[in-house]
């Protein structure tokens, strides 16, 4: 049994949220369980979570949704920027009735995830944060150079999978600034400072080798800024460095995230035994 200020609802609900000039599609499994909100990869869609939603079953309420202009339901919108996802987890939340909940995010969702704890401490749980929300100077002019052009070459075949889902109804330049923005926001500087904030329990599960964009040891050299965050806030840790990669780490190591989620939601649970 859970703490009746996390609310909860018997039955499973999939609809359309509407926030500011757009509109979200949402699925919630229902159930007494802790909620745990999922927030998906910069272009990802919710169903990238699928394993570790079936790993941590029915115990948990899970609720997901697809950001503005992903997946096959969700609206376009004038406002793409990462303020504008951070009120997007508000707005699931209010129209869920939830109150409080674990918040487990993968790349771009784990820095979505890091700030609305920051925010948010007396509703935030906890946190899981999946190969993301790496405090690291990765972005400079030449950086910002190789983001432009690496979009507008995907920008020729993805209009051929927008109809499916896969790929945002967004053009080369808004998923470009997107990414740019992220740099920004995750400069030492920027992000540091929120995550040394951070008051809840918060789990990292952190990948191996590249992602797409990156050369080289880049993306090790930016998962290793972790070690100072750790050593600064006893309330961050590392769960799990698992051997996939960036983009297959729901899908390979999707236990290891499910574990992480169990971790950090014990406490919560009245009288549980074995979270499954």
């Known amino acids: 049994m859970t703490n009746n200020s996390m609310s909860s609802t018997s039955s499973a609900w999939t609809g359309m949220v509407p ?10 499994t229902g159930g007494p369980g802790i909620p745990v909100v999922y927030l998906n990869g910069q272009f990802a869609t919710q169903g990238y979570w699928r394993r570790v ?20 339901k969700s609206k376009r919108s004038a406002d793409y920027s990462f303020e504008a996802a951070v009120r997007d987890v508000d707005a699931v939340l209010a129209a869920r009735g939830v109150a409080r909940a674990v918040l487990v995010g993968w790349s771009y969702g784990a820095v979505v995830g890091a700030h609305w704890a920051n925010r948010n401490p007396e509703r935030a749980l906890g946190a ?19 983001i432009r052009k690496m979009f ?11 109809p499916t889902g896969l790929t945002p109804r967004m053009n080369a330049d808004q998923m470009a600034d997107s990414n740019i923005e992220l740099g920004e926001l995750s400069r030492e500087r920027e992000l540091g400072p929120v995550l040394d904030a951070i008051s809840v329990p918060v789990r990292y599960v952190v ?11 880049e993306q090790e050299q930016i998962r290793a800024s972790l070690d100072a965050v750790t050593a600064r806030n006893p309330h961050i840790t590392i769960g799990a460095k698992v051997a996939s990669n960036h983009g297959a780490i729901l899908k390979k190591d999707f236990r290891a995230v499910a574990e992480a989620v ?15």
Do not use: C, K
């Open 262 to 276: 169990r971790g950090v939601a014990a406490p919560h649970r009245e009288g549980a035994g074995d979270i499954r």
């Open 53 to 72: 939603i079936a790993e941590l079953g029915t115990g948990f309420r899970h609720i997901t949704y697809d950001e503005r202009a992903r997946g096959r």
């Open 128 to 146: 899981v944060l999946v190969d993301g929300a790496f405090p690291h100077d990765w972005l400079d002019e030449a950086m910002a150079q190789r």
């Open 207 to 217: 990948a191996s080798g590249t992602s797409l964009g990156s050369r080289g040891d």
């Open 152 to 162: 507008r070459r995907m920008n020729l075949f993805m209009p051929l999978l927008r």
């Open 19 to 28: 926030v500011d000039d757009t509109a979200l599609a949402v699925t919630d």
